[in-house]
T-cell receptor, first 114, second 113 residues
């Protein structure tokens, strides 16, 4: 099956700085890569995603890059704010039987210091 | 947007009892539901995939007799933790694919005492 690795496990940045979280995956057939933000005890919330036919996607302060050859993708958050503090999960998936089965990374706890 | 309603949000049960967790898709049909378990400070681990009208498929290492999954209709999937033990205490969360996206339930925090 798919194996997703995520680094770093914890990340502490100063407000206004940028944060980068990196993930690698093992299954070259994976073609959809979402990123989720999870606050303590709550459901994961999709914040951005990218499909294998593009190399980069940006949404305001958040961007994701994908390198299919190297099988890695990254989340970039610019101008971080305290409310960005949460656990972030990357995931990789491929369509199986008309749906995507997700495999999650181990998570990164982001702490933005005011 | 698409919503998956999950109940209960938290439950405390005695060791040896069974607990049922329900996930309902409110405005779309979920022929498939993914069930995840998340231990404190860890990632979401896929436990099983339920499919309406057929048997659930379980990930390696997940006991199918302990975690009973039923997908009774196109809008309801249930996970029953049978003979729960303290080590089953965890955050259980369901997710339904919907048009290429994945909509998560709100999660159930199970504590077995």
């Amino acid at each position: 099956g798919e194996n997703v690795e995520q680094h770093p496990s914890t990340l502490s940045v100063q407000e206004g700085d940028s944060a980068v979280i990196k993930c690698t995956y093992s299954d070259s057939a994976s073609n959809y890569f979402p990123w989720y933000k999870q606050e303590l005890g709550k459901r994961p919330q999709l914040i951005i995603d990218i499909r294998s036919n593009v190399g980069e996607k940006k949404d305001q302060r958040i961007a994701v890059t994908l390198n299919k050859t190297a099988k890695h993708f990254s989340l970039h958050i610019t101008e971080t704010q305290p409310e960005d503090s949460a656990v972030y999960f990357c995931a990789a998936s491929k369509e199986e039987n008309n749906f995507n089965k997700f495999y999650f990374g181990s998570g990164t706890k982001l702490n933005v210091k005011p | 947007g698409a919503v998956v309603s999950q109940h209960p949000s938290w439950v405390i049960c005695k060791s040896g009892t069974s607990v049922k967790i329900e996930c309902r898709s409110l405005d779309f049909q979920a022929t498939t539901m993914f069930w995840y378990r998340q231990f404190p400070k860890q990632s979401l681990m896929l436990m099983a995939t339920s499919n309406e009208g057929s048997k659930a498929t379980y990930e390696q290492g997940v006991e199918k007799d302990k975690f009973l999954i039923n997908h009774a209709s196109l809008t309801l999937s249930t996970l029953t933790v049978t003979s729960a033990h303290p080590e089953d205490s965890s955050f259980y969360i369901c997710s339904a694919p919907n048009g290429g996206w994945s909509t998560f339930g709100s999660g159930t925090r199970l504590t077995v005492v």
